[in-house]
Protein backbone atom coordinates (compact mmCIF):
# COMPACT_ATOMS: atom_id res chain seq x y z
CA UNK A 1 0.00 0.00 0.00
CA UNK A 2 1.61 3.73 -0.67
CA UNK A 3 0.59 5.90 1.88
CA UNK A 4 -0.53 9.38 0.65
CA UNK A 5 -2.59 12.10 1.52
CA UNK A 6 -4.40 12.01 -2.27
CA UNK A 7 -5.53 8.97 -2.16
CA UNK A 8 -5.21 7.60 1.70
CA UNK A 9 -8.47 7.62 4.37
CA UNK A 10 -8.87 8.69 7.60
CA UNK A 11 -9.96 5.12 8.26
CA UNK A 12 -6.90 3.65 6.96
CA UNK A 13 -4.75 5.58 8.97
CA UNK A 14 -6.59 4.43 12.19
CA UNK A 15 -6.22 1.11 11.32
CA UNK A 16 -2.23 2.02 11.04
CA UNK A 17 -1.96 3.59 14.42
CA UNK A 18 -4.65 0.83 16.01
CA UNK A 19 -2.63 -2.44 14.38
CA UNK A 20 1.01 -0.52 16.05
CA UNK A 21 -0.92 -0.41 19.56
CA UNK A 22 -2.44 -3.81 19.60
CA UNK A 23 0.20 -5.11 18.49
CA UNK A 24 2.05 -3.91 21.71
CA UNK A 25 -0.62 -4.37 23.82
CA UNK A 26 -0.86 -0.49 24.41
CA UNK A 27 -4.45 0.15 24.69
CA UNK A 28 -4.33 0.00 29.00
CA UNK A 29 -2.38 2.91 28.50
CA UNK A 30 -3.93 4.75 25.52
CA UNK A 31 -6.77 5.88 27.69
CA UNK A 32 -8.87 9.36 26.64
CA UNK A 33 -6.99 11.17 29.03
CA UNK A 34 -3.23 9.81 28.30
CA UNK A 35 -4.32 10.51 24.69
CA UNK A 36 -5.44 14.42 25.37
CA UNK A 37 -2.25 14.84 27.21
CA UNK A 38 -0.04 13.40 24.65
CA UNK A 39 -1.46 15.14 21.99
CA UNK A 40 -0.43 18.55 23.85
CA UNK A 41 2.81 17.43 24.43
CA UNK A 42 3.65 16.34 21.00
CA UNK A 43 2.16 19.57 20.02
CA UNK A 44 4.49 21.28 22.55
CA UNK A 45 7.28 19.58 20.61
CA UNK A 46 6.18 20.87 17.59
CA UNK A 47 5.70 24.71 18.93
CA UNK A 48 9.44 24.19 19.51
CA UNK A 49 10.54 24.32 16.33
CA UNK A 50 9.35 28.06 16.37
CA UNK A 51 10.10 28.79 19.79
CA UNK A 52 11.86 32.09 19.44
CA UNK A 53 11.64 33.13 15.58
CA UNK A 54 10.14 36.38 14.86
CA UNK A 55 7.08 36.33 12.36
CA UNK A 56 9.29 37.17 9.65
CA UNK A 57 11.79 34.47 10.06
CA UNK A 58 9.61 31.72 9.57
CA UNK A 59 9.53 31.20 6.17
CA UNK A 60 13.50 29.95 6.49
CA UNK A 61 12.33 27.16 8.30
CA UNK A 62 11.17 25.81 5.15
CA UNK A 63 14.51 25.61 3.83
CA UNK A 64 15.76 24.18 6.97
CA UNK A 65 15.79 20.13 5.94
CA UNK A 66 17.18 18.78 9.49
CA UNK A 67 14.20 21.02 11.24
CA UNK A 68 11.85 20.07 8.42
CA UNK A 69 12.55 16.84 8.76
CA UNK A 70 12.27 16.68 12.86
CA UNK A 71 9.06 18.78 12.47
CA UNK A 72 7.55 16.22 10.19
CA UNK A 73 8.30 13.58 12.71
CA UNK A 74 6.51 15.56 15.19
CA UNK A 75 3.48 16.27 12.98
CA UNK A 76 2.85 12.43 12.59
CA UNK A 77 3.28 12.35 16.00
CA UNK A 78 0.17 14.36 16.92
CA UNK A 79 -1.75 12.55 14.02
CA UNK A 80 -0.79 9.45 15.24
CA UNK A 81 -2.25 10.23 18.98
CA UNK A 82 -5.44 12.00 17.41
CA UNK A 83 -6.58 8.94 15.23
CA UNK A 84 -5.87 7.25 18.43
CA UNK A 85 -7.77 9.02 20.83
CA UNK A 86 -10.70 9.45 17.78
CA UNK A 87 -10.73 5.67 17.42
CA UNK A 88 -10.98 5.04 21.19
CA UNK A 89 -14.10 7.34 21.86
CA UNK A 90 -15.89 6.06 18.69
CA UNK A 91 -15.52 9.60 17.01
CA UNK A 92 -15.91 9.63 12.97
CA UNK A 93 -12.77 12.70 12.24
CA UNK A 94 -13.91 13.16 8.76
CA UNK A 95 -17.35 14.20 9.88
CA UNK A 96 -16.71 15.63 12.72
CA UNK A 97 -13.75 17.95 10.98
CA UNK A 98 -17.42 18.69 8.23
CA UNK A 99 -19.47 19.83 10.73
CA UNK A 100 -17.60 21.45 12.72
CA UNK A 101 -16.28 23.81 10.19
CA UNK A 102 -19.64 24.11 9.33
CA UNK A 103 -20.36 25.60 12.43
CA UNK A 104 -17.57 27.88 12.28
CA UNK A 105 -18.91 29.10 8.99
CA UNK A 106 -21.45 30.15 10.72
CA UNK A 107 -19.52 31.87 13.49
CA UNK A 108 -17.04 33.85 11.37
CA UNK A 109 -18.99 34.59 8.28
CA UNK A 110 -16.90 35.42 5.40
CA UNK A 111 -17.88 38.94 5.00
CA UNK A 112 -16.90 39.99 8.58
CA UNK A 113 -14.31 38.36 9.00
CA UNK A 114 -12.24 38.49 5.88
CA UNK A 115 -8.43 39.43 6.52
CA UNK A 116 -9.72 39.36 10.37
CA UNK A 117 -9.70 37.08 13.00
CA UNK A 118 -11.72 38.91 15.58
CA UNK B 1 -19.80 14.43 -0.91
CA UNK B 2 -20.60 12.46 2.46
CA UNK B 3 -17.60 12.92 4.47
CA UNK B 4 -16.57 10.00 6.57
CA UNK B 5 -13.56 8.48 8.08
CA UNK B 6 -14.33 5.05 5.31
CA UNK B 7 -13.95 6.92 2.14
CA UNK B 8 -12.73 10.54 2.97
CA UNK B 9 -8.89 11.08 2.25
CA UNK B 10 -6.78 13.39 3.71
CA UNK B 11 -6.32 15.26 0.43
CA UNK B 12 -9.60 16.25 0.49
CA UNK B 13 -9.88 17.42 4.61
CA UNK B 14 -6.39 19.42 3.55
CA UNK B 15 -9.10 20.76 0.85
CA UNK B 16 -11.83 21.36 3.04
CA UNK B 17 -9.56 23.21 5.70
CA UNK B 18 -7.50 25.01 2.99
CA UNK B 19 -10.74 26.74 1.28
CA UNK B 20 -12.69 27.87 4.66
CA UNK B 21 -8.89 29.60 5.26
CA UNK B 22 -9.01 30.91 2.56
CA UNK B 23 -12.50 32.06 1.87
CA UNK B 24 -11.56 34.31 5.05
CA UNK B 25 -8.23 35.30 3.87
CA UNK B 26 -6.82 34.07 6.97
CA UNK B 27 -3.40 32.74 5.29
CA UNK B 28 -1.23 35.24 6.88
CA UNK B 29 -2.34 34.58 10.26
CA UNK B 30 -1.50 31.14 9.05
CA UNK B 31 2.00 30.95 9.68
CA UNK B 32 3.64 27.76 11.07
CA UNK B 33 4.18 29.23 14.60
CA UNK B 34 0.69 30.35 15.07
CA UNK B 35 -0.38 27.03 13.85
CA UNK B 36 1.60 25.40 15.91
CA UNK B 37 0.30 26.91 19.27
CA UNK B 38 -3.05 27.16 18.25
CA UNK B 39 -2.89 23.06 17.94
CA UNK B 40 -1.58 23.31 21.37
CA UNK B 41 -4.35 25.53 22.16
CA UNK B 42 -6.80 23.43 21.39
CA UNK B 43 -5.14 20.10 22.82
CA UNK B 44 -5.00 21.83 26.14
CA UNK B 45 -8.77 22.76 25.81
CA UNK B 46 -9.46 18.89 24.80
CA UNK B 47 -7.66 18.19 28.17
CA UNK B 48 -9.75 19.71 30.37
CA UNK B 49 -12.55 17.30 29.82
CA UNK B 50 -10.57 14.96 32.26
CA UNK B 51 -8.49 17.58 33.87
CA UNK B 52 -9.66 15.96 37.07
CA UNK B 53 -10.72 12.86 36.80
CA UNK B 54 -8.98 9.48 37.93
CA UNK B 55 -8.09 6.69 35.51
CA UNK B 56 -10.92 4.63 36.49
CA UNK B 57 -13.51 7.53 35.85
CA UNK B 58 -12.41 7.90 32.25
CA UNK B 59 -15.40 5.18 30.87
CA UNK B 60 -18.03 7.75 31.93
CA UNK B 61 -17.20 10.11 29.69
CA UNK B 62 -18.54 7.92 26.30
CA UNK B 63 -21.91 8.09 27.82
CA UNK B 64 -21.89 11.94 28.38
CA UNK B 65 -23.49 13.46 25.35
CA UNK B 66 -23.05 16.93 26.16
CA UNK B 67 -19.37 16.04 26.96
CA UNK B 68 -19.18 13.81 24.01
CA UNK B 69 -20.36 16.63 21.90
CA UNK B 70 -17.75 19.12 22.99
CA UNK B 71 -15.07 16.64 22.57
CA UNK B 72 -16.08 15.92 18.88
CA UNK B 73 -15.74 19.34 18.73
CA UNK B 74 -12.37 19.83 19.59
CA UNK B 75 -11.09 16.95 17.82
CA UNK B 76 -12.08 18.80 15.39
CA UNK B 77 -10.37 21.65 16.12
CA UNK B 78 -7.54 19.96 16.55
CA UNK B 79 -7.84 18.09 13.31
CA UNK B 80 -8.22 21.41 11.06
CA UNK B 81 -5.00 23.48 12.54
CA UNK B 82 -2.91 20.23 11.81
CA UNK B 83 -4.04 19.41 8.15
CA UNK B 84 -3.73 23.56 8.19
CA UNK B 85 -0.56 23.37 9.35
CA UNK B 86 0.65 20.18 6.91
CA UNK B 87 -0.50 21.93 3.75
CA UNK B 88 1.69 25.29 4.69
CA UNK B 89 4.77 23.34 4.87
CA UNK B 90 4.13 21.04 2.39
CA UNK B 91 3.89 17.93 4.32
CA UNK B 92 1.97 15.13 2.84
CA UNK B 93 0.93 13.80 6.51
CA UNK B 94 -0.02 10.42 5.23
CA UNK B 95 3.18 9.72 4.19
CA UNK B 96 4.77 11.18 7.17
CA UNK B 97 2.69 9.36 9.54
CA UNK B 98 3.69 5.88 8.01
CA UNK B 99 7.20 6.65 7.86
CA UNK B 100 7.18 7.56 11.28
CA UNK B 101 4.93 4.73 12.75
CA UNK B 102 7.80 2.44 10.53
CA UNK B 103 10.50 4.34 12.52
CA UNK B 104 8.29 3.93 16.39
CA UNK B 105 8.35 0.00 15.39
CA UNK B 106 12.21 -0.18 15.28
CA UNK B 107 12.48 2.07 18.38
CA UNK B 108 9.77 -0.09 20.54
CA UNK B 109 10.13 -3.74 19.38
CA UNK B 110 6.82 -5.80 20.07
CA UNK B 111 8.77 -8.21 21.65
CA UNK B 112 10.33 -5.96 24.14
CA UNK B 113 7.48 -3.28 24.79
CA UNK B 114 4.69 -6.00 24.76
CA UNK B 115 2.43 -3.84 27.72
CA UNK B 116 5.23 -1.73 28.66
CA UNK B 117 5.48 1.83 27.33
CA UNK B 118 9.75 2.17 28.69
CA UNK C 1 -1.54 40.72 54.87
CA UNK C 2 -0.34 42.87 51.70
CA UNK C 3 0.52 40.60 48.95
CA UNK C 4 3.50 41.84 46.67
CA UNK C 5 5.77 40.79 45.05
CA UNK C 6 8.42 42.85 46.79
CA UNK C 7 7.61 41.25 50.14
CA UNK C 8 5.86 38.23 49.71
CA UNK C 9 8.04 34.95 50.22
CA UNK C 10 7.08 31.68 48.32
CA UNK C 11 6.53 29.81 51.34
CA UNK C 12 3.48 32.11 52.14
CA UNK C 13 2.00 31.73 48.56
CA UNK C 14 2.25 28.15 49.18
CA UNK C 15 0.40 28.37 52.46
CA UNK C 16 -2.16 30.94 50.61
CA UNK C 17 -3.19 28.06 47.88
CA UNK C 18 -2.62 25.30 49.86
CA UNK C 19 -4.82 26.59 52.13
CA UNK C 20 -7.83 27.24 49.52
CA UNK C 21 -7.54 24.21 48.62
CA UNK C 22 -7.86 22.10 51.99
CA UNK C 23 -10.90 24.24 52.83
CA UNK C 24 -12.57 22.34 49.48
CA UNK C 25 -10.98 19.17 50.29
CA UNK C 26 -9.33 19.36 46.65
CA UNK C 27 -6.04 17.45 47.67
CA UNK C 28 -7.53 14.00 46.08
CA UNK C 29 -7.57 16.10 42.42
CA UNK C 30 -4.75 17.64 42.96
CA UNK C 31 -2.00 14.65 42.08
CA UNK C 32 0.88 15.48 40.22
CA UNK C 33 -0.60 14.50 37.32
CA UNK C 34 -3.40 16.46 37.18
CA UNK C 35 -1.60 19.62 38.03
CA UNK C 36 1.07 19.34 35.71
CA UNK C 37 -2.04 19.27 33.18
CA UNK C 38 -3.66 22.14 34.66
CA UNK C 39 -0.66 24.04 34.24
CA UNK C 40 -0.25 23.41 30.67
CA UNK C 41 -3.91 23.74 30.42
CA UNK C 42 -3.66 27.47 31.81
CA UNK C 43 -0.56 27.91 30.34
CA UNK C 44 -2.65 27.45 26.53
CA UNK C 45 -5.36 30.03 27.77
CA UNK C 46 -2.00 32.35 28.49
CA UNK C 47 -1.03 31.75 24.85
CA UNK C 48 -4.46 32.51 23.27
CA UNK C 49 -4.02 35.96 24.11
CA UNK C 50 -1.58 36.15 21.41
CA UNK C 51 -2.66 33.35 19.35
CA UNK C 52 -3.06 35.62 16.17
CA UNK C 53 -0.44 38.30 17.14
CA UNK C 54 2.64 39.12 15.08
CA UNK C 55 5.69 40.27 17.19
CA UNK C 56 5.30 44.14 16.32
CA UNK C 57 2.27 43.80 17.57
CA UNK C 58 2.49 42.63 21.48
CA UNK C 59 3.59 45.45 22.87
CA UNK C 60 0.03 47.10 22.14
CA UNK C 61 -1.57 44.57 24.57
CA UNK C 62 -0.14 46.28 27.44
CA UNK C 63 -2.14 49.37 26.42
CA UNK C 64 -5.38 46.94 26.35
CA UNK C 65 -6.98 46.76 29.74
CA UNK C 66 -9.04 44.13 29.15
CA UNK C 67 -6.64 42.15 27.79
CA UNK C 68 -4.34 42.88 30.67
CA UNK C 69 -6.32 42.02 33.06
CA UNK C 70 -7.62 38.57 31.79
CA UNK C 71 -3.88 38.03 31.33
CA UNK C 72 -2.91 38.78 35.00
CA UNK C 73 -5.80 36.09 35.97
CA UNK C 74 -4.04 33.50 33.86
CA UNK C 75 -0.83 34.33 35.13
CA UNK C 76 -2.15 33.81 38.72
CA UNK C 77 -3.55 30.69 37.79
CA UNK C 78 -0.73 29.16 36.43
CA UNK C 79 0.75 30.39 39.18
CA UNK C 80 -1.42 28.61 41.54
CA UNK C 81 -1.18 25.04 40.13
CA UNK C 82 2.60 25.75 40.04
CA UNK C 83 3.06 26.49 43.56
CA UNK C 84 0.48 23.64 44.31
CA UNK C 85 2.86 21.06 42.30
CA UNK C 86 5.91 22.51 44.62
CA UNK C 87 4.22 21.83 47.50
CA UNK C 88 2.15 18.35 46.92
CA UNK C 89 5.86 17.06 45.74
CA UNK C 90 7.70 18.55 48.17
CA UNK C 91 10.16 21.04 45.94
CA UNK C 92 11.12 24.08 47.00
CA UNK C 93 10.39 26.50 44.08
CA UNK C 94 12.92 28.95 45.23
CA UNK C 95 16.11 26.87 45.43
CA UNK C 96 15.19 24.57 42.44
CA UNK C 97 15.29 27.68 40.64
CA UNK C 98 18.53 29.61 41.58
CA UNK C 99 20.05 25.96 41.21
CA UNK C 100 18.47 25.61 37.82
CA UNK C 101 19.48 28.91 36.95
CA UNK C 102 23.47 27.70 38.09
CA UNK C 103 22.99 25.05 35.45
CA UNK C 104 21.72 27.34 32.72
CA UNK C 105 24.89 29.61 33.39
CA UNK C 106 26.85 26.64 32.40
CA UNK C 107 24.78 25.79 29.18
CA UNK C 108 24.28 28.73 28.07
CA UNK C 109 27.98 30.82 28.35
CA UNK C 110 27.50 34.59 28.75
CA UNK C 111 30.23 35.49 25.91
CA UNK C 112 28.78 32.35 23.35
CA UNK C 113 25.16 33.51 23.60
CA UNK C 114 24.94 37.09 24.05
CA UNK C 115 21.72 37.98 21.53
CA UNK C 116 21.26 34.54 20.17
CA UNK C 117 20.00 31.56 21.59
CA UNK C 118 21.44 28.94 19.83
CA UNK D 1 22.42 34.60 49.62
CA UNK D 2 20.93 31.42 50.33
CA UNK D 3 17.48 30.78 48.46
CA UNK D 4 14.36 28.97 49.46
CA UNK D 5 11.05 29.57 50.02
CA UNK D 6 10.42 30.82 53.81
CA UNK D 7 12.47 33.67 53.03
CA UNK D 8 12.98 34.47 49.47
CA UNK D 9 10.19 36.62 47.95
CA UNK D 10 9.29 36.65 44.38
CA UNK D 11 10.28 39.99 43.79
CA UNK D 12 14.46 38.72 44.64
CA UNK D 13 13.39 35.73 42.20
CA UNK D 14 12.29 37.97 39.83
CA UNK D 15 15.92 39.90 39.73
CA UNK D 16 17.27 36.52 39.61
CA UNK D 17 15.55 35.55 36.31
CA UNK D 18 15.95 39.24 35.04
CA UNK D 19 19.76 39.25 35.60
CA UNK D 20 20.64 36.17 33.75
CA UNK D 21 18.09 37.18 30.56
CA UNK D 22 20.01 40.33 30.67
CA UNK D 23 23.64 39.64 30.62
CA UNK D 24 22.62 37.06 27.36
CA UNK D 25 20.85 39.93 26.10
CA UNK D 26 18.33 37.94 25.61
CA UNK D 27 15.14 40.42 25.67
CA UNK D 28 14.28 40.88 22.24
CA UNK D 29 13.21 36.74 22.65
CA UNK D 30 11.10 37.37 25.78
CA UNK D 31 8.40 38.75 24.41
CA UNK D 32 5.04 37.99 25.53
CA UNK D 33 4.18 35.74 23.02
CA UNK D 34 7.09 33.75 23.22
CA UNK D 35 7.33 33.21 26.64
CA UNK D 36 3.30 32.22 26.98
CA UNK D 37 4.38 30.05 24.31
CA UNK D 38 7.62 28.40 26.36
CA UNK D 39 5.35 28.42 30.14
CA UNK D 40 3.52 25.75 27.68
CA UNK D 41 6.47 23.82 26.28
CA UNK D 42 8.06 23.61 29.84
CA UNK D 43 4.61 22.34 31.30
CA UNK D 44 4.19 19.52 28.35
CA UNK D 45 7.63 18.63 29.45
CA UNK D 46 6.54 18.66 32.94
CA UNK D 47 2.97 16.17 32.10
CA UNK D 48 5.44 13.88 30.54
CA UNK D 49 6.96 12.51 33.67
CA UNK D 50 3.10 11.39 34.59
CA UNK D 51 2.15 10.83 30.77
CA UNK D 52 1.07 7.12 31.11
CA UNK D 53 0.75 6.62 34.84
CA UNK D 54 -2.60 5.90 36.61
CA UNK D 55 -3.62 7.31 39.64
CA UNK D 56 -2.61 4.62 41.56
CA UNK D 57 0.95 5.17 40.24
CA UNK D 58 1.56 8.53 40.97
CA UNK D 59 2.92 8.21 44.67
CA UNK D 60 5.84 6.11 43.83
CA UNK D 61 7.47 8.98 41.95
CA UNK D 62 8.08 10.97 44.70
CA UNK D 63 10.41 7.81 45.34
CA UNK D 64 12.42 7.84 42.08
CA UNK D 65 15.19 10.50 42.60
CA UNK D 66 16.10 10.58 38.92
CA UNK D 67 12.44 11.46 38.13
CA UNK D 68 12.38 13.72 41.07
CA UNK D 69 15.63 15.77 39.94
CA UNK D 70 14.10 16.38 36.58
CA UNK D 71 10.56 17.04 37.73
CA UNK D 72 12.45 19.77 39.78
CA UNK D 73 14.30 21.33 37.08
CA UNK D 74 11.10 21.32 34.45
CA UNK D 75 9.06 22.97 38.03
CA UNK D 76 11.89 25.61 38.01
CA UNK D 77 11.94 26.09 34.32
CA UNK D 78 7.93 26.87 34.42
CA UNK D 79 9.08 29.40 37.75
CA UNK D 80 11.84 31.23 35.09
CA UNK D 81 9.19 31.89 32.30
CA UNK D 82 6.33 32.71 34.08
CA UNK D 83 8.62 35.24 36.25
CA UNK D 84 10.43 36.61 33.30
CA UNK D 85 6.69 36.95 31.67
CA UNK D 86 5.09 39.01 34.39
CA UNK D 87 8.29 41.34 35.07
CA UNK D 88 7.83 42.10 30.85
CA UNK D 89 4.16 42.27 31.25
CA UNK D 90 4.23 44.71 34.47
CA UNK D 91 2.68 41.94 36.55
CA UNK D 92 3.02 42.00 40.72
CA UNK D 93 2.73 38.37 40.55
CA UNK D 94 2.12 37.93 44.73
CA UNK D 95 -1.01 40.20 44.44
CA UNK D 96 -2.42 38.78 40.79
CA UNK D 97 -2.40 35.34 42.52
CA UNK D 98 -4.06 36.93 45.62
CA UNK D 99 -6.62 38.69 44.16
CA UNK D 100 -7.69 35.98 41.41
CA UNK D 101 -7.98 33.57 44.90
CA UNK D 102 -10.42 35.93 45.96
CA UNK D 103 -12.24 35.65 42.83
CA UNK D 104 -11.74 31.64 42.96
CA UNK D 105 -13.01 31.95 46.52
CA UNK D 106 -16.59 33.52 44.91
CA UNK D 107 -16.58 31.32 42.32
CA UNK D 108 -16.31 28.36 44.43
CA UNK D 109 -17.92 28.46 47.70
CA UNK D 110 -16.59 25.97 50.06
CA UNK D 111 -20.06 24.49 51.14
CA UNK D 112 -21.15 23.90 47.24
CA UNK D 113 -17.77 22.29 46.12
CA UNK D 114 -16.57 20.50 49.26
CA UNK D 115 -14.92 17.71 47.89
CA UNK D 116 -16.58 18.66 44.10
CA UNK D 117 -14.99 20.46 41.60
CA UNK D 118 -18.23 20.93 39.54
Known amino acids: ?27 PFHDPKNLSASIAIEAAELMEH ?9 AAVLHDAKAMSEIRDEVA ?13 GIDLASALD ?6 AVKYPTEK ?3 RFR
Open 1 to 27: MFVQDSSTTIAELKTLVGAFVAERKWE
Open 113 to 115: FSG
Open 99 to 104: EKMKKN
Open 50 to 58: FQWLRSEEL
Open 77 to 89: DIAAYLLSFATRM
